[in-house]
């Protein structure tokens, strides 16, 4: 445990000479500022407002995902190749120090962003009262939802780089919005990209009191991404403890 708080408090200290955090609030902010302007000027009722919040929330989390694990892996790149950390006794602790400063800043521009659409969300017009869950649990569930993404991209971006890694993301986002639509009916609990979409509506259905549909193809997504994930991050934290340093040109 020594050994991963001090992984942790270099790697925090690093990304802090980077736009690492920095991108957090942006993303945060911004997504924020756009939906409230959407939000402004739709008719919708409040209630398809705020729904429309987390979907473009869920749509943009796998483009944000391969930007942030990006610098991530630049900063250590620029670094020194990677030897900085490669040459570290305990690899497995440094690469779950990163995964935990990636996953916990991801969560905290989630609840930032959730938290200011909230607040402001009377100012533009909205008449539906917003309940506490709007501010924790669902901000939580699309996050969690989003888990494995951060360990795929997260070796991706140590492996090959800005381009591949960037572009998957761009990919996923594109992805997650057809999964939302009928093309993602009987298949979406078994592609990662169509998890946070669909857990976030799923919960914020039940918030208000509306019956979700596909209950089913619901618990059966919660176990496999739950199952998925914990595989996923092990494996990502596995092949971290055996890269030797090797990584293709961007």
């Known amino acids: 445990m020594a050994n991963y708080i001090c992984y942790l408090k270099s790697d925090l200290y690093k990304l802090s000479h980077s736009c690492f955090f ?3 609030v942006i993303f945060a902010v911004c997504g924020a500022a756009m939906m409230l302007l959407y939000a402004g000027v739709s008719q ?3 209630i398809n407002k705020l729904a ?3 979907q473009i929330m869920a749509v943009a989390f796998p483009f944000a995902i391969g930007i942030v694990c990006y610098v991530a892996a630049e900063q250590e790149a620029k670094a020194g190749h990677f030897q900085n950390i490669l040459t570290l006794p305990y690899r497995q602790k440094a690469a779950l120090s990163k995964l935990t400063i990636l996953l916990v800043t991801g969560l905290l521009a989630t609840v930032l962003s959730s938290v200011l659409f909230g607040a402001l969300f009377p100012l533009v017009g909205g008449t539906t009262e917003i309940p506490s869950r709007f501010y ?3 901000p939580l569930v699309l996050w969690g939802s989003n888990i494995l993404l951060y360990g795929i991209h997260f070796v991706l971006a140590i492996r090959f780089g800005k381009n591949l890694g960037i572009g998957i993301g761009v990919f996923g986002s594109l992805l997650v919005a057809l999964l939302q639509t009928g093309l993602g009916t009987g298949i979406w609990f078994v592609i990662p990209y169509g998890w946070g ?8 259905e039940t918030t208000f009191g509306l019956m979700p549909p596909d209950r089913i193809g619901m618990d059966f997504g919660i176990i496999f991404c739950i199952l998925s994930t914990c595989a996923i991050i092990g494996i990502a934290v596995l092949w971290f403890s055996r890269y030797s340093g090797n990584r293709s040109a961007d």
Do not use: E, K
């Open 22 to 24: 920095l991108l957090h």
């Open 44 to 46: 919708s009722d409040g």
């Open 52 to 54: 429309a919040y987390f």
């Open 136 to 138: 924790t649990v669902i």
């Open 197 to 204: 979409i669909r857990f976030s509506s799923y919960v914020l």
